[in-house]
């Protein structure tokens, strides 16, 4: 076995060694930073890539980006002039002498199962020319004694406070919080309870790839949701505002056993709460399945941060021969010297490289030593993917098959790297493309293994950043619901005080959108789910009284500056597509009373009155059409008048201007009471008595409305546009303003025309037979059936001409017609339909 010196065998000269070990929030991270800068060159090792990113990026602020290298498996920035190295502990070169400083990070982790010798091979071996510096937790302290007996051991205390607060529900959890869970099962039911809550929260788990944390991080960071919901991977590195950590639970499946957490490890994740001077608190939730609370002695031991010391750090041959298989298998698997040291426990990498040995295939290719190193470094690819040693022997043995020839193909690496760019599908499926593509990018990180490097990892770089900003997307859809979050934390006392507008009839409260405000009356955003309608509910009976009167201002202005968007349909004042008022019976039917509805009569009185008045002045201007029955029913109050003309007029404002002639008792009038009607306005025809101002489509639709308002028997629609002269008969009740002739309809003014041109074709006649011209008729778009239907009806007789005798020949004679006095039927006990009181019987008897 080959194994590099022990640090205790180094002469005295070695370099200046200090162990900086204590709790979180210490500054032990920011003071090897500031000593890295302080030096001509250095390097610092890093348990994430998450962290080795982040303080890269702090060292290029400090030292320019052309002099700071960023060294892990998936990204290498490796400048020309590089002296300033930020790396991931696996990727961290073993430096002696060309590096003035070096440090590394979270060294307690050499107790990890997984890659504690990675850690422990940094703390032995890894040294700068001028400094070293070795960060930790108190824990470590002993195996720094033992170990690296030289180093000078520094303990920090920390800087704030950490408080156990004991277990809370989820629903009283402050803001400001992080919640640990220990599954992604468990992480996604608790982000989905806060979403509902509390508006949401930021997701963060280690499965997640570096660019999706840090941006599901910014989200808590910015204070767009105050709450964090995280597995363990929270308690490495992650420095945050948090206030309060909660455990969701507190135990693990560790890759082995279901175990409880150590004290450590609590401590570890508690131990993000709290910032600088500012104290924080930890505890667990409560009313869960899991619920679990901390001991006393662990609530003492991670408030007074005491925890059992580290007696065993895991070791693995790091240099091992390459002879043979074998050989190799037997370094890896060999025992350490040391009594502080344990063997490793068997990692993925030599899982997966004892497995495909076992292979004869695989097994005949590895006659040489650099085969065997090749092989060795192609098993050592990170199972990114968590799938287990089966699966992920085959992706290495694959790899392998074009490894052992030389370099993979740009065209075979570009080809597996676009199948993974496709930011489609749901959060697992994310994830798992930015695992694979995660795989892809160390590959291509490989110097020797792929041809056109560079091209090929700034694509997988490419496609992983994308996958990322979905991910990210996907997150923030189902587990935040920014108005919920904005207005959860705004609807306390300073809910007086949020920014409340209208966009296009848009309500907005804080920019956040709850819900439309059509007339008077609220919609929750149909968009809302179930669980938040109670809430933006609550938002809208706090801010939208203030938008309800600024409305009902707004149209009351409107309405004297005689342009509102008012209309009526049915008898219902409408505005903005919402009912407004409904007419009542009034005193007459012309006088219609407003009555509002739940959503105006919901309104403050200050702002209710005036808009009930301006509704008011608006009605009447509306009903301005209907002047000529105004005038006709203040002609039916005149005493003047007589029983007989004003029973006549009752009837016609009844019936909208227009009556059968048979029904009217128009013959019982004298001259005197014939011509009043006359100045009325209303015609006296040979079938019907009408006001022509009223065969137009408006007054009639005004009439229709305010009947039916009255409780009249509705009758079919009048023509919206025009009155034509003629329409197909219809089933229904009389169509207003038209004379029924059996198929068609014909205006009632221009049915009185055609009547009236008859009669003076009559009169030179005398009581002779005489003929009639159709054509006025057919004009009309009258049929013959039609005209003559209604000749018959005006009195008219068809007079049949006598045959041609026997064998003559010649053309049809015309049509001759006789006029006859229609027989009148006048009652006058026979009025139209009663009125709405049912006492209209008899008029002429019950206004004399």
């Known amino acids: 076995m080959v194994s590099r010196p022990p640090a205790s065998s180094r002469s005295a000269a070695s370099p200046k060694v200090k162990a900086v070990l204590g709790p979180t929030n210490t500054g032990k991270t920011h003071l090897a930073i500031e000593r890295l800068c302080a030096h001509s060159s250095g390097a610092i090792g890093f348990p994430l890539r998450l962290l080795a990113r982040e303080v890269y990026d702090r060292v290029c602020a400090i030292k320019g980006a052309s002099r700071v290298a960023l060294i892990t498996g998936e990204e290498r920035i490796e400048p020309r002039d590089a002296r300033w190295l930020l790396c991931t502990a696996e990727a961290m070169p073993v430096i002696h002498d060309s590096l003035a400083f070096v440090a590394i990070d979270e060294a307690q982790l050499a107790a990890d199962r997984e890659r504690g010798h990675i850690f422990t091979d940094r703390l032995l071996h890894a040294r700068g020319r001028d400094e070293t510096m070795i960060l930790g937790s108190s824990t470590l302290e002993p195996m720094v004694r033992a170990l690296v007996p030289e180093a000078e051991i520094v303990t920090r205390p920390r800087f704030s406070t950490l408080r156990h607060a004991g277990a809370k529900k989820l629903s009283r959890v402050p803001p400001r919080s992080a919640i640990v869970a220990f599954s992604a099962e468990q992480v996604y039911a608790i982000a989905e309870m806060l979403r509902r809550f509390r508006g949401g929260a930021a997701v ?214 676009a199948q993974l760019d496709n930011t489609s599908g749901d959060i697992d499926t994310l994830q798992g493309r930015i695992a694979a593509i995660r795989s892809w990018a160390y590959i291509a990180q490989r110097p020797d293994w792929v041809l056109a490097r560079d091209e090929m990892a700034a694509r997988a770089r490419a496609v992983e950043a994308r996958l990322s900003d979905a991910l990210h997307g996907k997150l923030t859809e189902r587990f935040i619901n920014r108005r919920t979050a904005v207005l959860m934390r705004k609807l306390g006392p300073d809910a007086g005080l949020l920014s409340v507008r209208l966009e296009d009839e848009e309500v907005l409260v804080e920019g956040e959108h709850i819900g439309s405000l059509r007339g008077f009356t609220f919609h929750v955003d149909p968009g809302a789910r179930h669980s938040d309608r109670k809430l933006l509910l609550a938002a809208a009976e706090r801010h939208v009284p203030a938008l309800l009167e600024q409305r009902a201002e707004a149209l ?198 055609l009547l009236r041109e008859a009669h003076d074709a009559r009169v030179p006649a005398g009581k002779r037979p005489f003929a009639l011209s159709p054509s006025r008729a057919v004009s009309m778009g009258l049929t013959t059936a039609s005209y003559a239907r209604l000749l018959r009806l005006g009195g008219f007789q068809p007079v049949m001409a006598r045959p041609l005798a026997e064998g003559a020949h010649g053309p049809p004679a015309p049509v001759r017609w006789r006029w006859r006095p229609p027989r009148r039927q006048v009652v006058a006990a026979q009025p139209p339909p009663a009125r709405r009181d049912g006492a209209f019987a008899a008029l002429a008897e019950l206004v004399r």
């Open 204 to 417: 963060v788990m280690g499965a997640l790839s570096p660019q999706t944390r840090n941006a599901q991080v910014a989200l808590y960071q910015s204070g767009e949701v105050d709450y964090l919901v995280a597995t363990d991977a929270i308690g490495m590195g992650l420095n945050l505002d948090i206030e309060h950590v909660a455990f969701a639970g507190l135990a693990k499946f560790d890759g082995q056993r279901h175990r409880r957490l150590t004290t450590a490890e609590m401590a570890q994740i508690a131990g993000r709460a709290g910032r600088h001077q500012r104290d924080g608190t930890f505890g667990t939730l409560a009313g869960g399945h899991h619920a679990a609370e901390f001991a006393d002695e662990e609530v003492y031991a991670i408030e007074e941060h005491r925890f059992p010391p580290l007696t065993r750090l895991f070791w693995r041959e790091p240099e091992p021969r390459f002879d043979s298989i074998a050989t190799l298998i037997a370094d890896l698997e060999a025992p350490p010297d040391a009594p502080e040291l344990a063997p490793a426990p068997e990692a993925i990498d030599l899982a997966v490289l004892k497995r495909l040995a076992d292979e004869p295939e695989v097994l005949d290719t590895l006659r040489a030593p650099g085969m065997v190193r090749r092989f060795w470094e192609a098993c050592s690819l990170p199972d990114f993917r968590q799938q287990g040693t089966e699966t992920h022997s085959r992706f290495v043995a694959r790899l392998w098959q074009d490894l052992r020839h030389g370099e993979l193909g740009a065209d075979y690496v570009a080809q597996a790297i």
């Open 556 to 753: 009351v202005e409107a309405i004297h500056r005689g342009d509102p968007a008012l209309r009526l349909d049915r008898g219902v004042i409408v505005w903005d597509e919402e009912r407004l008022a409904r007419l009542a019976p009034g005193r007459s039917l012309l006088t219609p009373q407003i009555v509002p509805e739940r959503a105006v009569d919901g309104l403050p009185a200050p702002a209710r009155k005036p808009l009930i008045a301006a509704l008011e002045v608006w009605l009447d201007k509306a009903l301005e059409p209907l002047a000529p029955l105004r005038k006709l029913d203040a002609a039916s109050r005149a005493p003047e008048a007589g029983p007989e003309l004003r029973a006549l007029l009752i009837a016609l404002v009844e019936a909208g201007g227009m009556i059968e002639r048979e029904r009217s008792a128009v013959d019982r009038l004298d001259k005197t009471q014939r011509a009043m009607l006359n100045r009325l306005g209303v015609r006296v025809g040979a079938l019907d008595i009408f006001a022509p101002a009223m065969l137009r489509p408006g007054p009639i639709a005004l009439w229709r409305e305010i009947a039916a308002a009255a409780g009249q028997p509705p009758r079919c629609d009048a023509p919206d546009a025009a009155m034509p002269p003629a329409l197909p008969a219809t089933r229904q009740h009389r169509t207003p303003g038209y004379r029924n002739l059996g198929q068609q309809l014909v205006r009632l003014d221009m049915a009185e025309k």
